[in-house]
């Protein structure tokens, strides 16, 4: 895993303003509790995988102010006694949360962090940023992982990332489904399989074709994938590809397969397969690339396209074509009372307290689809209320229902120890198979049901109508 040490001051003015207030009014040691959740599910599809709680807990764990960091603090104006106080502002709050990899839905509290107001609310933008970020791209990752079927998925995103957010692109994309990176840091950090074939440059930069294969067939015996379209995949890459694979048999070797990266990948890897098979070749791999996503690779499964290997970049990085996952953190508590935030649009009122979120679960072990949000402490809910429209319900009382939160972090310290990047994939595969597939489809996804508690919901209400006095 990468190991952070993230500056205090890697966050919004905003926060550390509004901490100088908190500490200058006498209430650093006030209590308050915030929610991280979203509110709309990435590519209008039907779920989000959480990711990115390691890595917060790990820059929570040794979040701290530098000398230098304070230095530049002074400079813009924050009072000296509050700087005072950073010098030993470390975390020491609570953190209770989903596990990573678990498959959640809007407007469901993912993570709760307790602690002092002045913590609990410097680590906003940080969170934010963290788990925003992971959890659209393993959730993109997952929608290709769906559609992929047997096919390997290798990550070829580092040169278009948005910089160093590739290194946790990369491991996020490995906790959506994919197998492998072209990423050697990445690789390197996580113990995954470094994988990558060769540019098109590489060949140009030969006077032909057939002699760019051998050199490099030489170079790299072990590991030799041909990029066949260089000049013209079928008249001319696939059948240097063949020439070379069958030197490197003399000598002991098997080329692993060839790149197709341009052109109709459906047609080519067809024709491909057709030419190494006649060869007496049938252990050569088919890789495609360019400009791939969830509904090209959908695409080309559905054209019949033989190609043992998607390498997807762009697309897969970026969260194309939404760039953002809009994941909130909202204070729900403050000083032991009770807080909500009022909208003019009733959707965007947040809710009040400590909760509890659990799934219900059908009687053959799959997600019913209807998560319940409840006060903490409560016994199991036997109804849950829609949490926009007054007297819709639901009865979940002959159901299973599983605990999402636990207790992750107590007084700044991780609980237990950290799950490997494997353990957080397999989990994240095992949640995502237990999701009926109408809630997978790309076309108008059922929408997950995620309901109130009677107690919560009068609750809000009652706080709701206080404030609208």
């Known amino acids: 895993m990468l190991s952070f040490s993230i500056s205090g001051t890697y966050t919004d003015l905003y926060e550390i303003t509004m901490a100088e207030t908190y500490f200058k009014e006498g209430r650093k040691d006030d209590t308050a ?11 209008k599809g039907g779920y989000v995988v959480f990711a990115g709680l390691q890595d917060v807990l790990n820059i929570l764990s040794d979040l701290h102010f530098t000398d230098d960091d304070l230095a530049y603090l002074k400079e813009i104006k ?7 106080f950073l010098k030993n502002f470390r975390f020491r709050g609570d953190v209770y949360s989903c596990q990573e990899g678990e498959t959640v839905f809007p407007n469901s509290p993912v993570l709760r962090v307790e602690g002092n107001i002045i913590e609990a609310q410097m ?3 940080l969170l934010l940023n963290i788990l925003n970020f992971e959890s659209l791209i393993a959730t993109k990752a997952a929608r290709m992982k769906g559609v992929a079927g047997n096919s390997l998925l290798s990550d070829f995103g580092l040169r278009r990332a948005q910089g160093m957010g590739g290194m946790l692109a990369t491991k996020a994309a490995v906790i959506g489904g994919f197998d492998s990176t072209s990423n050697v840091y990445g690789a390197r950090l996580y113990g995954l399989p470094a994988a990558g074939t060769m540019a098109h440059s590489f060949i140009e930069s030969y006077d032909n074709e057939l002699d760019a294969f051998r050199a ?3 170079s790299r015996p072990d590991d030799c994938i041909f990029l066949a379209d260089t000049y013209d995949t079928l008249k001319s890459g696939v059948p240097n590809a063949i020439t070379v ?3 490197m ?6 080329a692993k397969g060839i790149r197709l990266d341009s052109g109709d990948l459906a047609y080519l890897s067809k024709a491909a397969r057709q030419m190494f098979d006649e060869a007496g070749l049938p252990y050569m791999k088919i890789a495609a690339s360019n400009q791939l996503d969830e509904f090209v690779i959908k695409s080309l499964k559905d054209q019949g396209a033989v190609i043992d290997i998607f390498g997807v970049g762009t697309r897969l990085v970026t969260g194309q074509p939404d760039a953002a996952l809009d994941g909130v953190y909202k204070l729900s508590m403050a000083s032991g009372k009770p807080r909500l935030k009022l909208s003019e649009t009733f959707e965007k009122t947040t809710l009040p307290g400590i909760k509890q979120v659990s799934r219900v679960i059908s009687e053959n072990g799959m997600f019913l689809g209807a998560d319940v949000i409840a006060l903490a402490g409560e016994q199991k809910t036997a109804t849950m209320y829609h949490p926009f429209e007054p007297g819709e319900s639901l009865s979940i009382d002959n159901f299973q229902h599983q605990p999402l939160l636990s207790k992750v972090m107590h007084q700044g310290k991780i609980i237990d120890a950290p799950h490997s990047l494997k353990q957080i994939a397999g989990y994240a595969k095992e949640r995502l198979s237990l999701l009926p597939l109408e809630y997978k489809r790309f076309e108008n996804p059922h929408i997950y049901k995620v309901g109130l508690s009677k107690k919560l919901l009068d609750l809000r209400n009652e706080l709701r109508a206080h404030y609208k006095k």
């Open 249 to 254: 048999e003399k000598e002991g070797y098997r």
């Open 216 to 218: 490099f067939a030489r």
């Open 245 to 247: 694979a069958k030197e």
């Open 78 to 84: 924050f009072h000296p006694s509050f700087l005072e």
């Open 123 to 125: 680590v906003e933008t």
């Open 33 to 43: 509790c915030f929610d991280y959740f979203f509110r709309k599910v990435p590519n």
